[in-house]
């Protein structure tokens, strides 16, 4: 927050200095026009034949010169620039937890497509984020194209192993439709991962296209080939019942 309150600082300065630099172009004009004036009267001979009036070539106003703007127009432009660093190394905030703007998968740095909280009736339990190559707001497209993904669950509070187990299956039972048949091994492997879970543990999935997916949950990290599996995995929260219909929004930065 400091280096942001410096640069709007900088930049409410160097407006200040334009607009007086502008009252100062204003006057100059004003006096260019009265040297105009009295040269038309004073100027004009006195023939039968109208004569145009002689404009005084008066000299420009050093603050009208277009040399002086040029670092006026550098200094907003490096404000402008400031600011836009520091809002862009701010990651993002939810229930306290530092949700960061991009994530890297298979080399690639992929861009946070939403956010959002997961709750149990009043309590709060985890945070999740979705990463893809290019945002989008229809689940469709989370699921269905083969490229880099990636998606981060932190846990809030604590979770015994076979809650957290029997919501996994709950999930993958009402979401993944036929992707459930034609991952069960992946899924049944994914289910004997599971573990007791505390504050602050986190569940990293990612998938690359042609190696398949890799699942760490605490500090035990399983492969799992195919791209079957990633599509369950990814209906579990984009899916037709997701465990909140908030949560699937927020994942697809929907209001």
């Known amino acids: 927050m400091p280096a942001i309150m410096k640069a709007l600082i900088g930049f409410s300065y160097l407006c200040k200095r334009i607009k007086r630099s502008q009252k ?25 034949k109208a004569h145009q009036p002689l404009r005084a070539q008066a000299e420009p106003h050093p603050m009208n010169r277009s ?20 809002c862009a190394g701010q990651a993002a905030d939810l229930a306290g937890v530092k949700v960061p703007d ?8 992929l861009p946070l497509n939403g956010m959002a909280l997961g709750k149990k009736f009043i309590f ?6 979705l990463y893809l ?9 989370v699921v269905d194209p083969d490229v880099p993904k ?3 669950m932190q846990f809030l509070r604590s979770v015994r192993k076979e809650r957290l187990a029997e919501a996994f299956k709950e999930g993958f039972e009402k979401n993944a439709g036929q992707k459930m048949g034609m991952a069960h091994v992946q ?12 504050k602050g543990d986190r569940v990293i999935f990612t998938y690359e296209p042609g190696k398949g997916s890799t699942v760490t949950l605490a500090d035990e990290t399983q492969s799992f080939e195919g791209k079957d599996f990633a599509d369950a995995f990814l209906l579990l929260y984009v899916g037709p019942k997701p ?8 994942l697809l930065g929907q209001p």
């Open 124 to 129: 709060k339990v985890y945070v999740v984020a």
């Open 133 to 141: 190559p290019a945002p989008t707001k229809a689940d469709a497209v």
């Open 67 to 86: 040399p002086m703007r040029k670092p006026v127009r550098r200094r907003l432009a490096l404000v402008s620039a400031l600011l836009s660093l520091v």
């Open 187 to 198: 899924i049944d492997r994914f289910l004997a991962l599971v573990k007791d879970v505390k």
């Open 243 to 250: 465990p909140r219909e908030d949560l699937k929004k927020g």
């Open 150 to 152: 990636g998606f981060v």
């Open 102 to 109: 991009t994530m890297e998968v298979g080399g690639r740095s």
């Open 24 to 48: 100062l172009r204003g006057r100059s004009t004003l006096s260019f026009k009265k040297i105009e004036l009295k040269c038309s009267k004073s100027d004009v001979t006195p023939t039968k």
